[in-house]
């Protein structure tokens, strides 16, 4: 495993933070790119601490990874230089000269916009506005900034050369493949592409060189914001079940709905995925809470595992089965050539 890309299939917080910490303890991977921007919240549950993460890689809990932001990527230096002081990782992280900044005017401008605010239901943190500014050619960008200065490094270059050295490289998506602005639910989406293709080019790193594209899909869907949701649980059906989220950059409650077999196998094609993690079988199957060996599944989650692997044509190779790193059941062995 040289290049791996690690996605969301259905609308983000499928838990990329869950399995992405778990890979780069497991595999030891080198190098970490975080795409995207502070708007997508990833959780991390290591060593009884949970994390939360709106910028640095989850794969920061490898203390000898490498951490990285692409070009393609929004920063927000506030937020950036907060999780770097949080996490002590000065020594290790860097950002691409250029990102593109994220500043006041464009929060203000994305809480204040009715339409981004009340009918798309934005999370307010100015990345859309950014966004516009940069495809308008006024953004400020990461080398501008003075506080920035001592992090920054040419990503696309970074990550050329460690998959020439053999090493082991990860991008971590944000979001999920049905927020993105092309093949997502328009216009209830964000400000850019999701996919794999997409996560490649915000880093730099051409498609040639991947490897592995692992989507992430949680047992259930569940969305914030605007926008349709098939199947659509009433709240108090979702709070029942123990489905009921609570969003991680917003706090807002996350709507939920039964997994979509239909959406998996979409997301599985445009981004040609090669695996699939599937997380928080705890939460549908309370049986399998902290099951690390696939043969202690109970029958029912083993069919609801084969129907994903039959629908997708893709395998299940990680299974979520609880909240921290290693509550995890890891088949590649069992699946991947390598
Ligand atoms: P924006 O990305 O803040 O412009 O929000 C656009 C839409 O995407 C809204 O429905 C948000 O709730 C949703 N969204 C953006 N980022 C995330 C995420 O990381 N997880 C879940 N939903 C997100
Ligand atoms: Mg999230």
Redesign the pocket.
């Known amino acids: 495993m040289t290049l791996t890309v690690v996605v969301g299939g259905f609308?983000?917080?499928e838990g990329k933070g869950k399995i992405v910490s778990y890979l780069a303890l497991k595999d030891k991977i080198d190098v970490a790119v975080r795409t995207?921007?502070v708007?997508?919240?990833h959780t991390v549950v290591f060593q009884g601490k949970t994390i939360k993460l709106r910028m640095i890689p989850s794969a920061f809990v490898y203390d000898k990874c490498r951490l990285l932001i692409g070009p393609g990527a929004n920063v927000n230096p506030k937020i950036f230089l907060k999780e770097v002081e949080a996490l002590k990782v000065h020594d290790r992280v860097g950002l691409d000269a250029q990102c593109s900044i994220i500043e006041e005017k464009h929060i203000v401008r994305?809480r204040t916009d009715e339409h981004?605010a009340k009918k798309?239901?934005?999370?307010?943190?100015g990345?859309?506005p950014a966004i516009e500014d940069r495809v308008r050619r006024v953004a400020k960008l990461a080398k501008d900034v003075e506080e920035l200065k001592p992090y920054i490094t040419d990503v696309p270059y970074e990550v050329n050369k460690a998959l020439d050295e053999g090493k082991k490289v990860l991008l971590e998506g944000?979001?999920?493949l049905f927020?993105s602005l092309y093949h997502g639910t328009y216009p209830?989406?964000?400000?850019r592409d999701t996919s794999a293709a997409a996560v490649c080019s915000e880093v730099g790193v051409g498609p040639r060189r991947v490897d592995e594209v692992i989507v992430v899909f949680k047992a259930y869907v569940t969305?914030?914001?605007?926008?349709p949701l098939e199947g659509e649980l009433p709240m108090e059906e979702a709070k029942r079940r123990g489905w009921l989220e609570i969003?991680?950059?917003?706090g807002?409650i996350?709507r939920a709905a039964p997994f979509n077999f239909k959406m998996a196998k979409r997301a599985v094609m445009i981004n040609s995925a090669t695996q699939i993690a599937l997380t928080k079988m705890d939460v549908l199957f309370p049986e399998c809470k902290g099951v690390r060996e696939y043969d202690e599944l109970s029958r029912e989650a083993k069919e609801f595992i084969e129907r994903i692997e039959k629908e997708t044509g893709v395998k299940v190779t990680l299974i979520g089965t609880g909240a921290d790193v290693f509550d995890i059941i890891d088949r590649r062995g069992e699946f991947m050539r390598r």
């Open positions: 609308f983000g917080d995207g921007s708007n997508a919240g994305d981004l798309i239901g934005s999370t307010g943190q990345v859309g944000t979001q999920g927020l209830y989406v964000t400000s969305r914030v914001g605007g926008g969003a991680t950059v917003t807002r996350r």
